[in-house]
C-alpha cells in the first residue's frame, strides 16, 4: 500500500500563489508518474498536471498551463504543484495521485489517491 499525504492548500486572494505538496509513503519503490486531478462543487474530477518518474516530461490541462508548474524530488517522494495567478475558477478540491506506470498518467492508470486539499480562490 502507498499512502498520498497532501498539504499546502488554503484561501487566497485572485491573482495569488500557493504551492501544493503531496508525500508518498509506504510501499513506494518501483518508478511511476505522479500528478494532480481536481474536483469543483457540482463537477467531475478533472485532470490538472502529471509528471514522469525521470521529471523530464510534464502536461498540463490547457487551463493551467502557463500558470501551474510541476515538479517532483524522488529522494523524498514528493511532488509539488506551484499555482500562480490564481483565479476563482481554479477552486476545487486538488488530488495528488500516483500511477502504476512511469510516464502515463490518467484516470485508468492512477492506483492511489490522496484525501484532498481545498484550494479556494476569492475574487
Known amino acids: 500500500q502507498v499512502q498520498l499525504a497532501e498539504s499546502g492548500g488554503g484561501l487566497v486572494q485572485a491573482g495569488g500563489s500557493l504551492r501544493l505538496s503531496c508525500a508518498a509513503s509506504?510501499?513506494?519503490?518501483?518508478?511511476?508518474?505522479m500528478g494532480w486531478f481536481r474536483q469543483a462543487p457540482g463537477k467531475e474530477r478533472a485532470f490538472v498536471a502529471t509528471?514522469?518518474?525521470?521529471?523530464?516530461?510534464?502536461y498540463y490541462a490547457d487551463s493551467v498551463k502557463g500558470r501551474f508548474t510541476i515538479s517532483r524530488d524522488n529522494a523524498k517522494n514528493t511532488v509539488y504543484l506551484q499555482m500562480n495567478s490564481l483565479k476563482p475558477e481554479d477552486t476545487a478540491i486538488y488530488y495528488c495521485?500516483?500511477?502504476?506506470?512511469?510516464?502515463?498518467?490518467?484516470?485508468?492508470?492512477?492506483?492511489?489517491w490522496g484525501q484532498g486539499t481545498q484550494v479556494t480562490v476569492s475574487s
Open positions: 509506504g510501499r513506494t519503490y518501483g518508478t511511476y508518474a
Open positions: 509528471i514522469s518518474w525521470s521529471g523530464s516530461r510534464t
Open positions: 495521485a500516483k500511477s502504476k506506470d512511469a510516464s502515463s498518467f490518467n484516470l485508468r492508470t492512477v492506483e492511489y
